[in-house]
């Protein structure tokens, strides 16, 4: 039969090949979306029928399962169906690639009773045969495979949206067993066989109707003696003749228990053996096993109140019995409750007696008989080994005098390079000097705007003075002091000629009129957002200002000798918060939310970024040295920076009670202070070591208190004297003190 069936294949085949001419690859055709989409119920569906050729197996496709019977009538019919299916097969082609049936297949199905009469090589047309190869490969391509003659199985277009497919979902009533064939992208519905198969495996049942997991057991082989064996074979003939292989095993260990290098196995004695636990110990001592010994703990004699007889102070009153009872078992002082009973006799059995004794047991065998030794320290021992603040003098003790003057709150100070001179500014729109040692207020300047900072000019020759106000940085020349550095000041800002094409900048630089020439301002820089900070190099001759916008352009430098101004970045990390140059390097630190970014300004790149760990930096302050720094945040941390250390905080302290406003070294003594809302300035000692491999020395040695709080805020700025041992503190009560 297989024979015979094998032939009327390749017949068939010859048959087709010579019938069918070669055709050229058909141009891809959109399916209509009107076509109906086919069933997994119909005999000419691609992949999905139950009645596939045993030809599939061959070609590379899943074989259906189908039974002997299935093939035993197609083995006789095989010669009529393949003639039959091949020219249902020349006719629908072009109708199945866009899944719609034949109408002869609709006419084989309509038979009924023999399945095989047409030929399932027309399902194999429209068949997938990509194989085993992931689907996904496809996406990007408008078909989904190949069948079997190499043609395209073109995807069906959908261009229907969410909307339409919510439509469909309420329209259609069989939208809930319609799902999509992966092979060949088309929509099937499922019938009510395969609804029910999904169901049945979705509840862990077997997929077959007819399958009874629970039908009773065939036992094959049953206990009954039987009069013949299972097997009736006959025996080995190697079961009759002794084995060489044994025996040689056997001379080798007979040779070895005459030479003495085996022993047998002796019976063992079955009568136990008992020793003493305690008989190798010293009997004088108390116990040889424990030193330290630590005897088992004795019971509390009794008392009156355990006595069958007990006197009437121990017996409990009613209000006692209740509130006995109500206690916790932990919590009582007696765990019975005591009774009279008029003679000895008279007692009953102690209801708890064995759970006293088994609790008893439990403490003779859980108690420790070793004593342990518990290390002994010292909670002193734990601090560590600071010295004390008279060691470490000179530093600022108390308050000595207080600068009034401003009518609202003093957001910044500044002071001279010698030390004589104190500039404040505040939000009353004014500049105030004051001379340090009187506390004289030498010179108010109306600035007409609040005054986020002032920076005096670090060079000693140099009289010059920087306020931030709004959007512009005034450049005054108090006048005080050195007539000599008065007037060279004013020559090197005159002797600037400006060139002639001036170059696009991102400030621009205005000369003060008369009226403000007399007032002290001589130079305006102009800027397009408000200015929150200015800071002067080291040199005197270049300062950065922090302006409150978004982008690359919050950091300017502006070089005064050329009057020149420069965006020192092309892109922004954050909103900078404040910035301070390097006291001996070419490096510029600016501080955002989050972190410090340390710049080298020759080479043009970011050289170290600092992590302080904090919510929002606050204020920023650089070391005399250069290699350590400090930072204050909102979040009451202050943290110091070893840059030759780590990128992480050396030392993170937490000594105030609200946010850090200001943080500053002092340029000559191992100080540093920070200022606070709580109306308080603590000041540190912070020695450096030249040595690397010691660590920097923190240790605070006074807060000083002085300023009242004024709309929830204290301390705002600070900044010590150059070359005593004293620190200026602004505060929101209008006030500057120095302390000293």
């Not at 007032?519 to 190099?537: E, F, M, N, S, Y």
């Amino acid at each position: 039969m297989a024979g015979a069936r094998g032939a009327g294949r390749e017949a068939a085949a010859g048959l087709r090949s010579e019938k069918r001419p070669p055709e050229p690859e058909p141009e891809p055709e959109e399916p209509s979306l009107l076509a109906p989409a086919p069933s997994l119920g119909d005999s000419s569906d691609s992949g999905l029928s139950d009645n596939d050729s045993e030809e599939s197996v061959f070609s590379g496709l899943e074989d259906s399962g189908t039974d002997s019977s299935e093939y035993s009538a197609e083995g006789e019919d095989g010669a009529s169906s393949s003639g039959e299916g091949h020219s249902v097969t020349e006719k629908t082609t072009g109708q199945q690639t866009t899944g719609t049936p034949s109408p002869k297949t609709e006419a084989a199905r309509a038979q009924g009773d023999d399945e095989y009469m047409q030929d399932s090589s027309d399902e194999e047309d429209v068949r997938n045969t990509v194989g085993n190869v992931p689907l996904e490969w496809y996406d990007d391509f408008p078909h989904v495979g190949y069948d079997l003659d190499g043609r395209r199985i073109y995807k069906p277009v959908r261009t229907r949206d969410e909307l339409d497919q919510f439509l469909d979902r309420m329209d259609d009533p069989d939208y809930w067993r319609t799902v999509q064939d992966r092979m060949t992208g088309h929509d099937v519905r499922l019938t009510d066989e395969q609804v029910a198969l999904v169901q049945r495996l979705q509840r862990g049942q077997f997929g077959d109707v007819s399958f009874d997991p629970y039908e009773p057991a065939v036992d094959f082989f049953s206990g009954d003696l039987m009069i013949h064996p299972v097997t009736n074979r006959p025996a080995d003939k190697r079961s009759f003749i002794p084995s060489l292989v044994e025996k040689e095993k056997v001379s080798r260990m007979v040779h070895a228990i005459k030479m003495g290098w085996l022993q047998p196995r002796r019976p063992r004695d079955p009568t136990p053996s008992f020793y003493d636990l305690w008989a190798q110990e010293d009997p004088n001592a108390v116990l040889g096993r424990h030193r330290m010994h630590v005897p088992a703990p004795k019971l509390a004699l009794p008392g009156h109140a355990e006595s069958y007889n007990p006197p009437p102070e121990y017996l409990l009153s009613e209000e006692e019995r209740l509130a006995w009872e109500q206690q916790e078992p932990g919590e009582r002082k007696l765990n019975f409750l005591p009774h009279r009973f008029p003679s000895l006799r008279a007692v009953p059995a102690y209801h708890r007696f064995i759970q006293e004794r088994f609790e008893r047991c439990l403490d003779l065998y859980l108690c420790p008989r070793q004593r342990k030794m518990r290390v002994n320290v010292d909670p002193e021992d734990l601090i560590p080994k600071l010295p004390r603040p008279r060691d470490l003098q000179p530093f600022p003790t108390c308050q000595a005098l207080v600068y009034r003057g401003h009518s609202d709150l003093v957001r910044c100070l500044s002071v001279s390079p010698g030390g004589q001179w104190l500039v404040s500014g505040s939000d009353d729109s004014s500049v105030r000097l004051w001379e340090v040692a009187t506390a004289r207020c030498m010179k108010t300047v109306p600035v007409g705007g609040v005054v986020k900072s002032v920076a005096w000019n670090p060079h000693p020759t140099m009289c010059l003075v920087a306020v931030a106000v709004e959007d512009a940085v005034l450049l005054l020349n108090p006048a005080l002091g050195d007539r000599l550095a008065v007037g060279s000041t004013d020559q090197v800002l005159d002797a600037f000629t400006p060139p002639e094409e001036p170059a696009v900048q991102p400030a621009r630089w205005l000369e003060a009129s008369e009226e403000e020439r007399q007032a002290g301002l001589r130079l305006r820089i102009c800027h397009d957002k408000p200015v929150t900070q200015v800071t002067w190099h080291g040199r005197g001759d270049y300062m950065a200002v922090v302006l409150a916008t978004q982008g690359h352009s919050q950091v300017l430098i502006h070089q005064l000798s050329r009057r020149r101004s420069q965006s020192p970045f092309r892109r922004s990390h954050g909103q900078v918060q404040c910035v301070a140059f390097h006291p001996s390097r070419p490096f510029l630190l600016v501080a955002s939310q989050r972190s410090v970014r340390l710049y080298h300004l020759l080479r043009q790149e970011l050289t170290k970024k600092l992590l302080p760990n904090c919510k929002w930096v606050s204020s920023l302050a650089v070391h005399p040295a250069g290699d350590n720094l400090i930072c204050g945040s909102y979040d009451s941390k202050l943290v110091w920076f070893d840059l030759d250390l780590s990128t992480k905080p050396y030392r993170v302290l937490r000594h105030h009670k609200k946010a850090l406003r200001a943080v500053a070294f002092h340029p000559r003594y191992p100080l540093f202070a920070s200022g606070s809302d709580d109306g308080s300035v603590i000041v540190c000692h912070g020695m450096v070591y030249n040595d690397l491999l010691q660590n920097p020395l923190l240790v605070p040695v006074k807060v000083l208190r002085g300023h009242t709080l004024t709309r929830d805020l204290g301390v705002l700025d600070v900044a010590f004297h150059p070359t005593q041992p004293w620190v200026f503190s602004s505060g929101a009560d209008g006030t500057v003190r120095l302390f000293t």
